[in-house]
C-alpha cells in the first residue's frame, strides 16, 4: 500500500520518509522508505542539508507509528497522537544507508503494546526493526496516546484559539550555548525553515525539536553525532515561552534536559 501524507500526518510529501507499507501477518508490516531529500528547509530559505541520520531515524520511527496506530489499530484519521517516548538505535550502516540508498532500506514494524478502551486503542507502543538486505542496522520504538480529535480540541482550546508565532531563530536547536566542562546551558530555538520538523502548523513545541536538541547539545560536549537517542515528553511544552535546556556529558553519554516555566517538558538522552 502507497503511503499518504494524511497516515504520516504531513503537509508536503518532501517531509514524508515512508514509501509503502503492506501486511505480512496480522500483527505485522513492512514498510520501504522514501528517498531522503538532501534538503528538508522551506521556499526561500537558505538550503542546508540533512546532517543527522540519527535525527532522520527518530522521525522515520514515529511517522511508522502512526502509521501502525492507523492501519493496525483502526485509529481514526482525525484522531491526535500524542508522544509519549520515542527511541531510535541506529549505526554507521544505517548512517551510509539513509544517506545513499534509502528506497533499498526496509523496516518490520509491529504494535508491541496497545491498551484498548471502549473498543478502540487509546495507547499504544510501535516497534521497528530496519534492514538493508536482510542485515539488520538500526531499531525504534515510538509509544503515544490516541485522542479523539473533539477531546484534543478541548484540552488545547486555548492554544487553537489564540495560537502564538515565535519569531524564527537559528538554523540549530539550540541559541546561547554555553559550555563549561562537562555541562552546556542553551535556550531551545525554533529553526522553522527546517521541513523535516515543521511540515505543518502547531499548537505546541514539536517533541522533535527536542531530540534535535538533544543531539547537538551531545555533538557540542562530545565533537561527535549519536548513533542514539531516547526522548520521553511528559507534558506540552508551550509556543512564546522561554525553554530552558542543560545538558550533561558522562562518558559516551549525554543527556539534555528542557524544562519550561519550571516544569520539566522533555528529557533526550544520546550516545
Known sequence: MRVSRELVHKDSEESMLIATMDEVSPDAYLARLRTIPTVVQAAGARS?????????????????????????????????FLLNELTFQGSDAFGLGI?????????SVRISSARVRAGRCDEMTAFAVFEIDHDVVAEGSGSFRCV??????????????????????????????SVHGL???????????????FDHE??????????????????????TAPHEVALVCPRFAEIGEVVSISARRSGHQVSTAADQAHERVAQVRCA
Open 48 to 80: 542546508t542539508a540533512v546532517s543527522s541520520p540519527t535525527l532522520l531515524g527518530l522521525e522515520i520511527t514515529r511517522q511508522l507509528g502512526l502509521l501502525m496506530g492507523h492501519r493496525a489499530g483502526g485509529i481514526p484519521l482525525d484522531w491526535a
Open 99 to 107: 544517506a545513499t540508498n534509502a528506497a533499498a532500506m526496509t523496516a
Open 148 to 177: 479523539p480529535r473533539r477531546t484534543y480540541s478541548a484540552l488545547r482550546r486555548r492554544q487553537l484559539q489564540a495560537p502564538r508565532q515565535p519569531r524564527p531563530s537559528s538554523s540549530g536547536a539550540l541559541a546561547e550555548v
Open 183 to 197: 555541562d552546556l546551558q542553551a535556550h531551545l530555538g525554533w529553526p522553522s525553515a527546517n521541513r523535516l520538523i
Open 202 to 223: 502547531v499548537d505546541h513545541v514539536p517533541g522533535l525539536l527536542f531530540a534535535q536538541a538533544g543531539i547537538e547539545a551531545h555533538e557540542h560536549l562530545t565533537g
